[in-house]
């Protein structure tokens, strides 16, 4: 009893000591402070702004105003129509092709039309101004005598010629030419073209001479018949002895400014073109189904004509021509403003 009092004292000792032990060891180990704890809900301080310092001004250049597009020029027409026709003409460069030519100017198409017994070519021409529509003589003035259509179209500088009204096989007939007057004696019907682009064909019975020279006509052929009745219908009757079928020359009118030449393929001379040629009817039909208002019979036969370019596309029955009628882009000079 009494050695089991003495053990449990010397435990509770021994206990007593070693926590007093530990005691002292925890109290003399180096301890860091405690962070002092932050109040509860204290807002948090925000940063002080800091200013970003102003940027100089840069001394960029200024946008360069945007260039002021040149207008573009207005248009200058040639000659009288130049205008009307505006669609025909170019702005003055040339447009060529095989069978067209174009400019400023001038407009003119070439066509052959074949059929089983028949050919013949139409041009189909827009003038600017009449100056370029124009008649030309044989050896380059009235009463030279005659030339080769080829010859005579290289000549003068035509686009396109057409036999014109022979002058030159006869002492009678209204020959005017150019603006000019070389011959007033009357013969058969005529044709006149005058200087604002009317084309009109008068019987010779109804002819006033007088008025026709005041009126100052560009040109006057004397051959005929006139083909049209005065609405531009194909006549029934014909004041005319070469009636059948036949080669044929012809100028049709349908405005001021629009024309047509006319060249039909026949046989004559021993030269067969594998064509019959037009009767006076047939030729007035094919100008009335043009649209045109007047048409005039020209020279025909042998003479019947055409050139383009100054090459003949037409039958070459052999013949020397005294005239032509043609369409040109170039203009004489005024030495030569009286001839061709």
């Known amino acids: 009893m009494k050695d089991a009092v003495i053990r449990r004292t010397l435990l509770i000792a021994l206990l007593l000591c070693l926590t007093l032990g530990l005691t002292v060891l925890f109290a003399l180990l180096p301890t860091e402070p405690a962070p002092e704890a932050e109040p509860v809900g204290a807002p948090t301080p ?10 100089e001004p840069t001394s960029e250049p200024s946008p360069s105003p945007e260039p002021t597009p040149e207008p573009t020029p207005a248009r200058v027409y040639s000659g009288r129509w130049g205008e009307e026709y505006a669609d025909k003409f170019t702005e003055g460069e040339i447009v060529r092709t ?32 009449l100056e370029y529509l124009r008649c030309g003589f044989g050896r380059g003035r009235y009463g030279g005598g005659s030339q080769y259509i080829e010859e005579l ?13 022979h002058y030159a096989g006869r002492g009678m ?39 026709l020279l005041e009126a100052e006509p560009w040109q006057v052929w004397s051959f005929g ?6 609405e531009g219908h194909a006549k029934e009757r014909f004041n005319t002895e070469v009636y059948p079928a036949n080669p044929r020359s012809a100028i049709g009118y349908v405005q001021p400014g629009h024309y047509y030449l006319v060249e039909v393929e026949g046989s004559r001379g021993g030269a067969w ?68």
């Open 225 to 230: 018949p006139g083909l049209l009745d005065g």
């Open 98 to 129: 095989e069978n067209s030519y174009k400019s400023a100017n001038v407009s003119v198409e070439i066509t052959q039309y074949a059929e089983p017994g028949l050919i013949y070519y139409v041009a189909d021409v827009y003038v600017s101004d």
């Open 153 to 165: 179209s290289k000549d003068v500088g035509a686009i396109v010629a057409v036999t014109g009204d």
């Open 273 to 340: 073109s594998g064509s019959r040629g037009m009767d006076m009817r047939q030729l007035a039909e094919l100008f009335e189904s043009l649209g045109c208002v007047s048409a005039y019979n020209l020279d025909g036969g042998r003479s019947a004509a055409m050139t383009w370019m100054g090459e003949l596309v037409s039958t070459d029955y052999g013949r020397t021509l005294s005239d032509v009628i043609y369409v040109t882009d170039t203009l004489p000079s005024e030495e030569t403003a009286g001839e061709n």
């Open 46 to 55: 925000l940063p002080e702004p800091t200013s970003a310092p102003t940027p």
């Open 173 to 211: 007939g209204i020959v005017i030419r150019n603006g000019e007057l070389y011959r007033d004696k009357r013969f058969q019907d005529v044709c006149v073209l005058y200087r604002d682009g009317r084309m009109e064909t008068i019987e010779n019975r109804a002819l006033d001479l007088g008025a």
